[in-house]
């Protein structure tokens, strides 16, 4: 089991991996966490780093990414994107989005998508970048936008053809019925597993504080919407992790 969406602080000192959790990767949502990110997976090897800044927070400096991007420990770019909910400066958004996609493409690293109320816009700024790879974290798009998703990638793969784009699913999956229908249209090679601790507790401990641990709800879940054991989705899940990630 891998965890591909965490929050974890350094003063958390319970990073307990939990039975069969094998990796977890840190998402980043300003500099200061992004930083901290890079730290925490030096100290536990079972800990992958990414570095971003989130849509919300978009106060920090976004020339100062670039630094921490370049580290050869990084694994991924994120979480970037677009989050229209309240008041928000799209233009800033879109800005700070588009220069961590070209960092992205810089570095040859994966984009963890943050898209909130806000997927058909993301999907159309990707649309004009070529070699992305990515995950749509807690992918909210709907079962109509998954396709959309999907044309990303070349139209004819080749023998060299590798999926480029997944959907994210977290806690809530196992409460919102609305979601399995959505993984149901979702090829199986295009899923990854997150918790987004500390928020996003999967059923049965939704209301407490989530933890990377967790992330074994949402295999059960997935296991269940897909009619397969758990240990044949944690094979296909985890193979997909590590196409993206290039982890292990
Ligand atoms: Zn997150």
Not at 33 to 46: E, T
Not at 52 to 76: C, F, M, S, Y
């Amino acid at each position: 089991m891998i965890d591909t969406h965490a929050h974890l602080e350094p003063t958390f000192c319970d990073i307990s991996r939990g039975a069969g959790l094998n990796a977890v990767i840190l998402s980043g949502s300003n500099l200061e966490n992004s930083k901290n990110n890079l730290l925490l997976a030096q100290k536990y090897s079972f800990l992958y780093p990414a570095v971003g800044i989130h849509p919300q927070e978009i106060a920090d400096d976004i020339n100062l990414l670039e630094a921490l991007a370049k580290n050869p420990n990084v694994i991924a770019i994120g979480e970037c994107g677009l989050e229209f909910l309240g008041k928000v400066n799209t233009k800033k958004q879109e800005k700070y989005f588009r220069i961590q996609i070209e960092l992205a493409q810089k570095y040859n690293k994966p984009l963890i998508i943050h898209a909130r109320k806000a997927v058909d816009e993301v999907v159309e700024i990707l649309s004009e970048y070529k070699n992305l790879k990515g995950v749509f974290h807690c992918y909210s798009g709907g079962k109509k936008r998954i396709k959309k998703v999907l044309e990303l990638e070349p139209t004819s793969p080749g023998s060299s053809f590798e999926p480029k784009w997944y959907f994210g699913f977290d806690g809530n999956l196992t409460y919102e019925e609305g979601l399995e229908e959505v993984v149901k249209k979702i090829p199986r090679d295009r899923i990854l597993a997150e918790t987004d601790s500390p928020l996003l507790t999967p059923e049965p401990f939704r209301g407490q504080e989530n933890r990377p641990a967790y992330v074994k709800f949402v295999y059960q879940k997935i296991a269940y919407i897909w009619g397969k054991s758990f240990e044949e989705t944690e094979e296909i899940i985890d193979e997909n992790v590590k196409r993206l990630f290039k982890i292990f």
